[in-house]
């Protein structure tokens, strides 16, 4: 807790600390459903947990409140697990390290995990509040949803009758002062086709081929940036290279998480050893030129090439000859932006990551859009990359979008708020990344919801960092905006 020494609300960052100890990868939530259900029942608070680990803690309203509408805050308790490629970190088992940096909170090498334990931690200390600390609310349920990060398992799983709430408050939202009324709907695209294991052609020599130093971040979020992907570099040097040469593929490692964009990306290739200083060379030009078209958006670039001990095999020529077309033809970033909202991307397409495993080749791909028609047309769209080269693929179920309601009753409370607190009006829009409110709505159409947090950026990557101010106001608003929600 030194590292958060002198914050406030003090209560609030005491849970993140404590939250930051517990791993919580996405798929191996245990050590935070077991810490969020002890916290439940330490507080003597009605705590219950449904098949897929969803964990919801219910607290009475305080005195005089008792008849207002009742409320769900709603976060989850999942984190993105991506570090950079010189640290060593296990998140299954090491506590994320945070340190301060000016006004921000970072942590050392790894994501953070803000996204979303603040909202958490804002949950625990609500409901760990005691009858002097001020606080006032009707009654009060917090949900934690589990793997939101990558399939969205808890909101899916989540059944009718598990909530007793009218009103949603979601905390997974990453610039203060702005309230969200909608979402993107989403879909993933797979494919992945196997290949041969050859030897080594007699005189040829083995490079390894690095693409590092980029931002990353969300690939909702910061789609429209103008930032690199690693996968789409990589394969464009790639492409390069067989021009002038025989070259071969012996591995391929890019990126990793579908709702990331791409960071790192790492290749072994072999070539004629007469033509090593030559496919050098090229590479070496390459890089200043992607450089330089990235200088505004990525100034961390750092395309590296060099020798490597030989691979124990190569991949088959026409396999890698697939692999490299097929990445380098797959569209990734912007498709399309919103007709009548300035500045909203409309639909977009991420190419996630490329990985060999056991004789196969996959590649991760992620579409999302505001309406459901773009959403299936990109995804078609890239299926059609993946059909034309002849190799598998297939479409995740998908989730739905979060239809914007200018009418809501919750959205006219928070704004009224926010102006009241702060003597400024807070943005209201839509945001491009996927919440878990559209599949809230599925299952309880009867939901008013909004969501709002304090301000993160580059989620999602190693560079995630929290705004230490903007958590104090995220606060001051979710406190008032419970004190002024309307009688049932």
Known sequence: METFKGLQPEIVWKYFYDICQVPRPSKQEEQ????????????????????????????PATKGMEGIKSVVLQSHMDMVCEKNSDVDHDFTKDPIVPFIDGEWVRATGTTLGADCGIGMATQLAILSAGPDSGIEHGPLECLFTVDEETGLTGAFALQPGFLNSTVLLNLDSEDEGEIFIGCAGGIDTLASFPFKQEPVP??????????????????????????????????????????????????????????????????????????????????????????????????????????????????????????????????????????????????????????????????????????????DDIARMVASVFKLAGVNYEHTDGYPGWAPDT???????????????????????????????????????GLDMISFGPTMRGVHSPDERLNTGTVLKFWDHLIDVLKHVPER
């Open 32 to 59: 935070i459903i077991d810490f969020l259900m002890d916290f439940g029942k330490s507080n003597n608070l009605e705590t219950k947990k449904d098949e897929a680990g969803n964990v919801l803690i219910s607290k």
């Open 202 to 375: 007699d005189g040829y020599i083995s490079l390894k081929v690095s693409v590092t130093g980029l931002k990353g971040g969300h690939s909702g979020d910061d789609i429209d940036k103008g930032l690199g992907n690693a996968n789409k570099v990589l394969t464009r040097c790639l492409w390069d290279i067989s021009g002038i040469t025989d070259m071969r593929l012996a591995y391929i490692d890019g990126g990793n998480l579908r709702n990331a964009i791409a960071r790192e990306a790492f290749a072994i290739i072999s070539v004629s050893g007469d033509q090593s200083g030559e496919v050098k060379n090229r590479i070496n030009a390459l890089s200043e030129i992607i450089k330089k078209e990235l200088s505004v958006t990525e100034p961390g670039l750092i395309l590296n090439i060099g020798d490597i001990d030989p691979p124990a095999f190569v991949i088959d020529k026409v396999s890698t000859d697939k692999l490299i077309r097929i990445v380098y033809s797959l569209p990734h970033g912007v498709i399309s932006m919103h007709p009548d909202i300035e500045g909203l991307v409309q639909t977009s397409t991420n190419l996630a990551s490329v990985k060999i495993e056991d004789n196969t080749i996959s590649i991760t791909t992620s579409q999302r859009s505001s309406i459901d028609s773009g959403k």
């Open 407 to 445: 009418n809501s009753e919750i959205l006219k409370i928070a704004v009224d708020s926010y102006e009241r607190l702060f003597s400024v009006k807070p943005v209201v829009r839509a945001i491009h990344a996927g919440l878990e409110c559209g599949l809230f709505l599925e299952k309880y159409p």
